[in-house]
């Protein structure tokens, strides 16, 4: 594989800031609703904070997004520390868990839509700001895919994801127990989906459907 140095650091410029925001807003949205829910573990321990050194975790946030870049992924993936959350402090737990765990995704879906607005002022300004219009065009366009990946990424039914969470809260309680029981294993199979491919595949064309028809309507929006 050949390596172009400057389109590798080019794309580190573009994404870096996209990929933080949306891992760490993910997390702390699910620190922050599980706090208003009754379970203040992540508020005591310091993690209900924008301050992005609380949340990288050096291989979600930092390896696994280069080397995507590296190898000229079509979209990157990543992940903050979990924030802590206490299932039994809340308030009412089997219904809580769901508002908790789609904290995160609807968060992320809401920074697409807030990132395809933000395009289409990008794109509206006059060409004197080019210097500025143009690279804050390309990174919103960075921000839509990242959490448009992450939105959809996570609300796959497997433990540890939130989907998984979600069925496991919803489904009854033999079926429940036997999904919860893949959490041990979730991250592996998630691995294996990836190196396989199937879960490109899978999510792939949804993530790269939702980005184009929300950079077409931003663009649409701004004409």
């Avoid at 760490?24 to 321990?45: F, I, N, P, Q």
Wanted: charge should be neutral; hydrophobic fraction near 60%.
């Amino acid at each position: 594989m050949n390596f172009d140095l400057n389109a590798i650091m080019q794309g580190i410029s573009i994404w870096a800031l996209p990929v933080l925001f949306a891992i760490v807003l993910h997390e702390l949205a699910h620190g922050w609703v599980a706090d208003k829910l009754g379970d203040d573990t992540a508020r005591w321990m310091g993690r209900l904070s924008l301050n992005p050194i609380k949340h990288i975790d050096p291989v979600g946030t930092l390896l696994i997004p280069i080397l995507l870049l590296v190898m000229q992924s079509p979209f990157l993936f990543g992940y903050a520390k979990p924030v802590p959350i206490n299932w039994r402090k809340l308030r009412n737990p089997n219904r809580d868990m769901i508002l908790v765990a789609l904290a995160g995704p609807l968060t992320n879906l809401c920074l697409a839509l807030l990132s395809a607005g933000l395009l289409a002022l990008a794109v509206l300004m006059p060409e004197s700001m080019l210097w500025f219009s143009k690279p804050l065009a390309l990174m919103c366009q960075a921000s839509i895919i990242i959490n448009l990946v992450l939105f959809i990424f996570n609300l796959l039914p497997l433990p540890p994801l939130d989907g998984g969470r979600v069925a496991v809260a919803l489904l009854p309680g033999p079926m429940a127990y036997q999904l919860s029981r893949l959490e041990h294993f979730g991250f592996i199979i998630i691995v294996v989906l990836l190196v396989l491919g199937w879960l490109q595949e899978i999510i792939g064309p949804l993530v790269m459907g939702g980005s184009k028809l929300l950079i077409d309507m931003a663009f649409w929006v701004a004409q």
